[in-house]
């Protein structure tokens, strides 16, 4: 038996440690960026490449996120049907007393599950429209020297379910979006980056993500079959 708790007390201390490393080795310190006009200016660039009029336009999106949560999002009527396992929410993302909520086809007066639909929503629909909300109500935008190119650091001071997170937005050439690297407060290590690269332009005009790999550990997360039309 001491052996036993020998072995596992040594496997702890090499993941204790291994973690250590890694987070020492990884972890990037949130970049200093100037705000002002020529951030602006850097960000309806962005906001010109992936064609932000058709975004505001736009009617219904559809998705899923990691083959779990699967969404129909009614953006001009704030409404969003939101399913996973047993459940599905009526989220009416304005007013949302007057959401719904259905147990295996059966409605139901659980209120908790309206506020797990709300968090879902805000993370999930993040995933999918994060390059659209650079303007966002909230939000700080200042431009940082990356890699000798002006990359788009958005900070948001308010709104979502985790204020104070800030991503860095690298542009390419036609200042699309490639990648960001993130600093959140979900993810304890600094500079994490997504791609943004796996974009497809949908019927209503506008692109969006297929997945995004992740520089943590390789994950993927799939969007599943993103649609958008009016």
Excluded: C
């Excluded at 935008?141 to 990359?151: C, F, P």
């Excluded at 959140?184 to 692109?207: H, M, R």
């Amino acid at each position: 038996m001491k052996t036993f708790f020998k072995i596992i007390g040594s496997i702890l201390v090499l993941i204790i440690v291994s973690g250590a490393i890694y987070f020492f080795t990884n972890n990037e310190a949130l970049p200093e960026g100037k705000k002002g006009k020529e951030a602006d200016d850097l960000a309806v660039k962005m906001f010109t490449a992936i064609n932000y009029k058709a975004f505001e336009s736009t009617k219904i999106l559809e998705w899923s996120f990691r083959n779990k949560h699967h969404y129909k999002w009614n953006k001009q009527e704030n409404i969003v049907h939101i399913s996973w396992n047993e459940y599905k929410v009526t989220l009416n993302t304005k007013q949302y007393e007057k959401s719904e909520v259905y147990i295996d086809g059966k409605i139901s007066e659980n209120k908790e599950l309206i506020q797990k639909a709300k968090d879902f929503f805000n993370n999930d629909s993040f995933w999918l429209v994060a390059h659209y909300k650079i303007f966002d109500s909230g939000t700080e935008r200042s431009i940082v020297k990356h890699n000798d190119k002006e990359a788009l650091l958005i900070t948001y001071t308010s709104g979502g379910t985790t204020p104070g997170d800030s991503y860095l937005w690298i542009l390419d050439d036609n200042y699309f979006p490639t990648s960001y690297k993130m600093w959140t407060s979900i993810i304890p290590i600094g500079g994490v980056s997504a791609t943004w690269n796996d974009l497809k332009k949908t019927e209503s005009g506008i692109f969006l993500p297929t997945k995004h790999k992740l520089s943590l550990f390789g994950m993927e997360i799939p969007m599943g079959d993103v649609k958008s039309y009016n």
